[in-house]
């Protein structure tokens, strides 16, 4: 039941009447009324009429018997005060819908979905946290609204550090479960060995070239450090409670037989130009700092092929093969060029069609206390593990640290960067997970206490009113956040939603109300509970009932 998009529609006809165009209402919740429209003041430099005199005309065309009362206020806002009779007749609706008054959609997407995307032979580290995160929360929320999503976990399993890193396996017995238990001091010594001894580096190198080619050990043993890792990255989300599963991962060593017909493809299209030996797109519309076109980098003077080459196969397998029909890439922003510039070359080529939307999903990064990158005391990457560790450990319980690290991260706009402050996050008060659990849990225990079902949902007093009001905003909520890839939009909802609950208990006595007002007090707050849960869930934090 989305209020907002019902007022719009009944409000638009009027205001195309005044102003002889389709205009957007703009319908908003407010604090002056129940809803607000502020199309009026928009119109009045076109109109060359005083705004409240617009509004005026456009309430007085306006046909919202049944719905609304509608008033003109301030300088020419339309205040739109919901019915009774709707506000009773919705909060019943959604009280005996499973979905919450939020259908499925109505023409389902193949929805592909990249994210997270570690990589192999390496501990997932601070900066995976924000795609794994944001990503599975995207992938709930399109999953629940019905559309068909595909998960791909873009793994880095190919390329020159796996010579260095297979060929130091090989002097460690081939043993990879043993040798690589601890991926980071692995790496590490496999990356020692490779800058100070030259035969270990000769070596390295020339085991590039058999792992390329095919030779069954290199790739037996390549294949055991891509299971092993998998392993580890399976743990990690299990633990963050991330849906990514063991067929998920789409590593770049998928698309590595595709690569040669990709360059021999944008050859033939005449999208490749030869720059320094390197076979190179040049996107229109894309220059440098100077000036010049700025290349993207197909295969390099070497012969090798990098990120474009693989990200070009992946985007041809995917829109094609998978049938997607949105692409949605959740990288950090740092990469908006590169993924704009290879859209741009996959349309060219015709293997990304107009039909089919290819979206960049960036992100901020994870700041320390001092405004700079989260690094540890030695100056490297933070362990994920380090700060799921002291998150679990300083919480009441593990659902409360896990979920107040995926709410801080999800709370804000993706596109800024925000600052990892544990005290911050771990606080019961505040814009903040450990808050919207407590909420739940409040509510959980009002029916303990109460020892019968909540009966139909009534509104009379104010804070049941604005409670009810809210509650009826869910969907609009959850349908804008996945449309537009903003799981903020929820997080904010929730949040509203837990402190106008919180208003209503202080001044809405449950328990002990009178037995009618006390049965329709509990239908309401049963279904902020349902709404709390399910919203949280769609953002993939847990809800507990008692903590």
């Not at 450090?225 to 991962?249: C, I, M």
């Not at 700041?367 to 990457?381: Q, V």
């Not at 739940?440 to 029916?447: G, K, N, P, Q, T």
């Not at 109460?450 to 009534?458: L, Q």
């Amino acid at each position: 039941m989305n209020l907002e998009s019902l007022l719009h529609d009944r409000l638009a006809p009027a205001l195309e009447a005044v102003a002889g165009r389709p205009v957007d209402p703009a319908v908003r919740s407010s604090p002056h009324a129940d809803f607000q429209s502020g199309a009026p003041l928009a119109l009045a430099r076109e109109l060359e009429r005083p705004p409240r005199e617009i509004a005026a005309d456009v309430a007085a065309k306006a046909d919202l018997t049944g719905l609304a009362e509608i008033a003109v206020s301030g300088p020419g806002f339309l205040n739109l005060t919901v019915s009774a009779g709707l506000l009773d007749g919705s909060l019943q609706s959604v009280a005996v819908d499973d979905r919450l008054g939020v259908p499925l959609v109505p023409d389902p997407q193949r929805v592909v979905i990249d994210y997270s995307g570690p990589n192999v032979a390496k501990e997932m580290h601070v900066g995976h946290l924000r795609s794994t995160i944001i990503g599975d929360a995207l992938a709930r929320m399109l999953e629940w609204l019905g559309h068909d999503v595909v998960r791909v976990n873009h793994l880095g399993d190919w390329g020159t550090p796996f010579g260095m890193l297979v060929e130091h396996l090989v002097d460690l017995g081939g043993d990879a479960e043993h040798s690589i238990s601890d991926l980071t001091a692995f790496y590490q010594a496999a990356r020692v060995k490779f800058d100070g001894d030259d035969d270990f580096r000769t070596r390295a190198r020339l085991r590039v070239v058999a792992l390329q080619s095919g030779d069954p050990l290199s790739r037996d043993l390549w294949r055991k450090l891509v299971a092993q890792s998998e392993r580890y990255f399976l743990d990690v989300y299990a633990r963050l409670g991330v849906t990514l599963g063991p067929a998920d991962f789409a590593g770049e060593s998928r698309y590595q037989d595709d690569l040669d017909t990709i360059v021999a493809e944008l050859g033939e299209k005449g999208l490749l130009s030869e720059s320094d030996g390197a076979l190179c797109a040049f996107p229109d519309g894309f220059t440098g700092r100077d000036g010049e076109p700025l290349p993207l980098i197909v295969r390099k003077a070497d012969g090798g092929y990098g990120y474009a080459a693989t990200d070009l196969a992946a985007i041809r397998y995917r829109a094609g093969t998978l049938g997607g029909q949105r692409l949605l890439y959740v990288v950090g922003s740092p990469q908006q060029t590169h993924f704009a510039m290879v859209f741009a070359v996959a349309r060219a080529a015709g293997w990304l069609p107009a039909e089919v939307t290819a979206e960049h999903i960036g992100f901020g990064s994870i700041l320390g206390a001092d405004g700079k990158m989260l690094k540890s005391r030695a100056g490297d990457s933070v362990k994920l593990a380090t700060l799921l560790d002291e998150a679990v450990g300083r919480a009441s319980a593990p659902a409360i640290g896990i979920g107040a690290i995926k709410y801080a991260d999800l709370s804000g706009d993706r596109r800024g960067d925000y600052v990892f402050d544990l005290d911050r996050m771990l606080a019961i008060t505040g814009n903040t997970g450990p808050y919207l659990q407590m909420a739940y849990a409040r509510v959980c225990s009002i029916f303990r206490k109460a020892g019968r079902e909540p009966g139909p949902v009534t509104v009379t007093e104010p804070a049941e009113r604005a409670l009810a009001l809210t509650l009826l905003g869910f969907e609009a909520a959850v349908t804008t956040a996945a449309e537009q890839a903003e799981p903020h939009r929820l997080a904010v909802y929730l949040h509203d939603l837990a402190q106008a609950f919180s208003v209503f208990y202080e001044r809405c006595p449950v328990l002990r109300a009178e037995p009618e007002v006390r049965a329709g007090r509990l239908g309401l707050a049963d279904l902020t509970a349902r709404t709390l849960h399910t919203g949280l869930f769609l953002l993939g934090i847990e809800a507990p009932e008692e903590i």
